[in-house]
């Protein structure tokens, strides 16, 4: 095992010989999103096309290559990895990866969470829990099982309720994230939050973003979330308060129900100037920011040399251009996304 030397601030010891990842603005880059897979057993509305083309398979990085390469990000500073999709819990074998990042925590890492919506849960609640996840979000823009169906087009309410409460059962703490989609589920706003609060559970709502085609048009989905908390502040008193997960929802505090009620806005208020995460994708492609399509391929640098020295230097050069913001432009005139990946490509 390497020997670990010295620290960047409060983030966990590095392996000699790596260097910390400190982009072009002087953010250090602690935080690694990993989609492990593309593809998802839903097909939500606002996030894919109905009729999807995913990657083939023998494109995909091993999950033992993702182990390395993740094990490179945590030598070189990154203290919390979150496994994303299209959906991870499809992924075949995927808790092997689970299982051996959770070995890590506590030497480099100090957290390893995951995001899925749902629909696996109740089959691997325990596993997460017992490879050292202790913290999930859950993506639920709706609790009408028709409503749901309508949005996902093929997911089922009952086996996502069914997938929380056996999170909840071993343990785990559940954020319940809500794309706020307008004439959809506004209205429905109130009922979420009760619901979460009523379980223990923070619920964050985001902005829909122009990523990917798809059929729907998101003009017509917008809702900008300063509307949102507005309308929320009819029936509830919000108070803003300094929490963080290490993600760029800000958070407050409602105070009839005493629970946690974040935000995410990157089209009305973008969060750029505390980022301090990359996002890697399940064939070793870095994004180095979720708005842009700049991205530096690692697959090469991996499978050149058993050496990490290579890697690392690919690594270094890519976060060299970390952009200091996105720019989320929809085109209204064609009606074309700002970005043409769909968002199941980097998870988010």
Request: aromatic share 6%.
């Amino acid at each position: 095992m390497n020997t670990r030397v010295g620290t960047i601030g409060n983030a966990s010891p590095l392996v000699a010989g790596a260097d910390p990842m400190i982009d072009p603005f002087g953010r250090a880059v602690t935080y690694l999103r990993v989609s492990v897979t593309d593809r998802c057993d839903f097909r939500c509305t606002y996030c894919m096309a109905e009729n999807m083309t995913f990657l083939p398979k023998k494109d995909l990085l091993t999950l033992e290559e993702l182990d390395r390469l993740c094990s490179a990000f945590i030598a070189k500073g990154v203290s919390k990895i979150r496994l994303t999709g299209g959906e991870p819990l499809v992924r075949k074998n995927i808790m092997y990866l689970v299982r051996q990042l959770g070995q890590k925590i506590g030497s480099g890492l100090d957290e390893l969470t995951l995001t899925t919506n749902g629909s696996q849960l109740s089959r691997h609640a325990e596993e997460l829990y017992d490879c050292g996840v202790r913290r999930i979000n859950v993506s639920l823009d709706t609790l009408d099982p028709d409503k749901f169906r309508k949005i996902t087009r093929w997911g089922d309410f009952d086996k996502v309720m069914e997938g929380i409460d056996a999170a909840q059962k071993a343990g785990l703490k559940i954020k319940l994230n809500a794309v706020a989609l307008k004439d959809f589920n506004d209205a429905e706003m109130p009922e979420l939050l009760r619901f979460a609060h009523g379980r223990g559970m923070d619920l964050t709502v985001i902005e829909t973003m122009p990523m990917g085609e798809i059929e729907e048009d998101r003009t017509d989905q917008y809702l900008p979330l300063s509307k949102l908390r507005a309308d929320l502040e009819d029936q509830f008193t919000l108070a803003d308060i300094d929490y963080q997960t290490g993600g760029p929802a800000r958070y407050v505090r409602v105070e009839e129900t005493g629970g946690r009620l974040g935000f995410i806005t990157p089209m009305t208020h973008n969060f750029c100037e505390s980022c301090n995460r990359v996002r890697l994708t399940c064939t070793g492609t870095l994004y180095m920011c979720l708005g842009q399509n700049d991205a530096a391929d690692l697959r090469a640098s991996l499978r050149a040399t058993e050496d990490d020295a290579l890697l690392h230097a690919a690594i270094d050069e890519a976060i060299t251009r970390k952009p200091k913001g996105h720019d989320f432009i929809i085109d209204r005139t064609h009606n074309r996304p700002a970005v043409a990946r769909h968002m199941s490509v980097t998870g988010g």
